[in-house]
């Protein structure tokens, strides 16, 4: 299938005003061809109002957009190269599936044959061939997000943008689908932006998360630098669950987790400065009393399926910890409420914030 090259977009300084409300501040970023970014963050953070803004559908009060070298800044919706996937699907109900495809490209004034050769080519990719002459009534909400997704592919855009296309669909079909998008966008290589508040979605499907909040971009990294080395305590807490310890850094450059020192080379940080520790549930070891580590008694399980969580309390801390043990550990240990066991934490399984 002919696909037109995913193009790059640069975003300088957007702001957006709604009144004397700032909704989005100084927002920079360089989106390269054929990658496919998750904006995410919490309801009102502004993600959804910058999407708008790189369709057009909303000005921005500051700033520029530039896709593939050409300033769209001021362009109207239909002079930019973009095909657009809603959350609600925005099908034609009196269409069928297949002319709900073609209808972008007969705007392109395109050959009848080559609307049909285009039509055929995406429906054999969406596998949704035997339904072409079906209505969007009669298909499934995941088949109407197919069909959704081909209509706005036909035109082979140089930008995909896809606003929360899976929120309205259960969790199984919304697994599959995630597979398809991101099958159809790689083999295509079409420049895209997803917009979710589902960090799962965003961490399976993004090249890179973008995670905003209250209207500027806490971090921009891959998915595993996001979760395993968040930029702010928001991130480290928005991204998957946390645990936080207050603590501080002594001379010798230690830092404290309950009896535990623990050697967490920062030269950003000084010795005496109240720290928050951030460390992820899983990241923490087990062991039988025996063995040594932190004295720690087990207040709460709770059975998730491939693994167990724990609520931990442990000696010298205030607050109990969040413990993930997968089951064939969980088994090994015969763990039960009232336990009492060791832990221990490595050093580099730990995030360092200013207090």
Known sequence: MTQGCGSRLQLQGIHKHFGSVAVL???????QPGELVCF??????????LLRIIAGLEAQSGGRLLQGGRDISALPPRQRDFGIVFQSYALFPNLSVRDNIAFGLHSQGLPKAAIGQRVSELLELIDLNEHADK???QLSGGQQQRVALARALAPAPGLLLLDEPLSALDARVRGHLRKEIRRLQQQLGVTSILVTHDQEEALTMADRVVVMNHGVIEQVGTPQEIYRQPASPFVAEFIGAMNFVDSSRDAAGLVKLGGQLLDMPNPAQQPGQRLRLAFRPEEIQLLPMHEGGLPARIEQLEFLGTFIRLRVRVEGLAEPLIVDVDARRARQLGLCEGQQLGMRLPADALSCFAA
């Open 40 to 49: 995410l963050g919490p309801s009102g953070c502004g993600k959804t109002t």
């Open 135 to 137: 209505y969007p009534t």
């Open 25 to 31: 501040r100084d927002i920079h970023l360089d989106i």
